[in-house]
């Protein structure tokens, strides 16, 4: 795991020497921005619920759209050859492009802290689930990093990327609002899976183990998948 | 130093590599050889450690390429086919990113990508995106990238192709001086490439390997007959084969195609080795034709290739 680092710096620069991360960052701001603050003064409460609601359906299309490139590009271009003849291990170049996204979802958060911090200034904002619904973020946006990683790594098309991404960040945000649809025993276990289900209790201001448990659970899975998909490319 | 046992390798069913066993040793200069798909850049991705083999072997130095293929990595620099970099980075970027990956040590680093960009003749690029650079610099970019951390191996794939000739002489010369204290694999498909710069050629076709020797003995080893070629101005084959079939030795004639219908180019096979040149030049004496050229054909690298791949085309 020595070469990680060489890896993730690379791949963090990448993302700020193209227009990718500017033009990624200001189409979350302005989306989020203006789903929040459109109804924010109609509700007249000093909270940023209504943000952490929507941030699991934007997180499915942004950050697929951000991790699309991480391995596919490289299949493309004929460049996984090389990095693949240097001396590294597939845990390095998994690890270091997962933590890539990552860093860089978190960069594209940090803005957004400008929220609480304008509402602070207006009303009488409780921190608690401000600083959960950060937390979540951050776990959550880790998971689907880990998910659109998996699917740049099946395809060599970008688009094909994404799509797979968003679908799969997608079905996992929406999938505990369709409990009608299943029968009553595997109900529980269905809501489990959503993704939207375990952040909205972070978002709460309440960490619980279960819910952490299942965004490393998730993203488990999904950098093994990965894994498993770049070995069958041997 | 490489041990390659029994090496195979298939694509969904197709056999790209069939049973190639080869034993490479310190300081050689080895061109791999062959026609196109015959399997050499499957064999080259197989030693790298990209690709893993369907079955066979790879040891290098002791060392199994399954079981460490990180420290086999380390030892190998590796220029793969079309030199493909990543297009935005700037060319000293990218080999510092190659520097950090191979563990070069901070304080060195510079001086290295300073050698190898005098080496390589990459001065002037080196704040340029590689992207930008033309298909000969991005060559050398490979190249720089292949001995980064002066590995005791080499393997280049097709080094030279898609170079203009002052290019291509100039990639020869750093492979020769490289290759005077490291172990050097090369693909080529132009043979008088392989020729000027290896001390050993292996030619595969079809995945097997059909030749394999020093480049000199393989010329003298392959076929023994001496062919001769002659050109004359206005006479008739027919003419030509009732006058030399006369001479003792020869095989057959052969009428080669040529541009200017005024003038008869003809090949004669002899059947052994011996110089009927006197021959030959005595009977022509005798008549009235022009002799516009007249010379003992050498085996080249090029006829031996030639015989060797359409022997095993017929067999099938």
């Known amino acids: 795991m020595r070469q990680f680092t060489p890896i993730l710096k ?8 193209s227009p990718m991360a500017y033009i990624v960052t200001s189409t979350f701001l302005i989306v989020t921005g203006w789903f929040f603050f459109s109804t924010f003064f109609l509700y007249n409460q000093a909270d940023l619920r209504n943000f952490f609601t929507l941030l699991p359906i934007i997180f499915s299309f942004v950050i697929p759209a951000i991790s699309m490139r991480l391995f596919s590009e490289e299949f493309n271009l004929g460049s996984y050859e090389l990095l693949l003849t240097l001396p590294v291990s597939h845990a390095d170049v998994i690890m270091g492009k997962f933590a890539a996204g990552v860093a860089m979802t978190g960069a594209m958060l940090l803005p957004t802290i400008a929220y609480p911090i304008s509402i602070s200034l207006i009303g009488d904002l409780d921190w608690g689930p401000v600083i959960g619904g950060y937390i979540g973020a951050l776990l959550l946006g880790g998971t689907f990093s880990a998910v659109g990683l998996f699917a740049s790594a099946v395809t060599r098309n970008q688009i094909i990327a994404f799509i797979i991404g968003a679908a799969i960040c997608f079905t996992l945000t929406l999938i505990d609002k369709m409990l009608f649809f299943f029968p009553e025993t595997v109900v529980s276990i269905i809501e489990y899976m959503g993704a939207d289900f375990h952040f909205r209790n972070i978002s709460k201001g309440i960490i619980d183990s279960r819910d952490i448990l299942y965004f490393f659970s998730v993203m488990f899975i999904a950098l093994y998948a990965t894994y498993l998909s770049l070995l069958k490319k041997k | 130093m490489i041990h390659v046992e029994n090496l195979t390798r298939y694509y969904d069913g197709f056999c790209a590599v069939d049973g190639i066993s080869l034993e490479i040793h310190r300081g050689e200069v080895l061109g791999l050889l062959g026609p196109n798909g015959a399997g050499k850049t499957t064999t080259l991705k197989m030693l790298t450690g990209y690709l893993r083999p369907s079955s066979g072997s790879i040891h290098v130095k002791e060392l199994d390429i399954t079981q460490n293929p990180i420290e086999i990595k380390r030892m190998i ?7 493909p970099f990543y297009k935005n980075m700037l060319v000293y970027d990218y080999l510092d990113y190659v520097a950090k990956i191979r563990q070069i040590p901070p304080n060195d680093r510079y001086p290295r990508i300073k ?13 340029k995106t590689i992207g930008e650079l033309s298909k000969g610099l991005n060559q050398r970019v490979g190249l720089a990238h292949a001995m980064m951390n002066d590995p005791e191996i080499l393997v280049l794939d097709e080094p030279t192709q898609g170079l203009d000739p002052n290019q291509i002489v100039e990639i020869r010369n750093i492979i020769k001086k490289i290759g005077q204290e490291k172990t050097i694999i090369f693909s080529t498909h132009i043979l008088s490439e392989a020729e000027a710069t290896c001390n050993r050629i292996v030619i595969i076709h079809r995945g097997r390997i059909v030749a394999d020797g020093d480049t000199e003995a393989l010329k003298q080893s392959a076929g023994k007959e001496a062919v001769v070629f002659i050109s004359l101005l206005n006479v008739g084959i027919e003419e030509v084969e009732q006058a030399l079939s006369r001479i003792e030795g020869i095989e057959k004639i052969e009428k080669i195609d040529s541009t200017d219908n005024s003038l008869l180019s003809v090949t004669v096979h002899c059947k052994s080795s ?19 050229e007249f010379r003992q054909e050498t085996k080249t690298l090029e006829t031996i290739f030639r015989d060797l791949t359409r022997r095993i085309n017929k067999e099938d």
Request: proline share 2%; with cysteine; hydrophobic share 45%.
């Open chain 1, 10 to 17: 690379k791949e963090l620069k990448d993302y700020f020497i």
């Open chain 2, 77 to 83: 620099g590796y220029l793969p086919e079309s030199s």
């Open chain 2, 115 to 127: 050698h190898l960009a005098d080496l390589c003749g990459l001065k002037e690029v080196m704040h």
């Open chain 2, 274 to 292: 011996a110089d009927l040149r006197e021959a030959i030049y005595r009977k022509i004496k005798a008549t009235d034709w022009v002799l516009m």
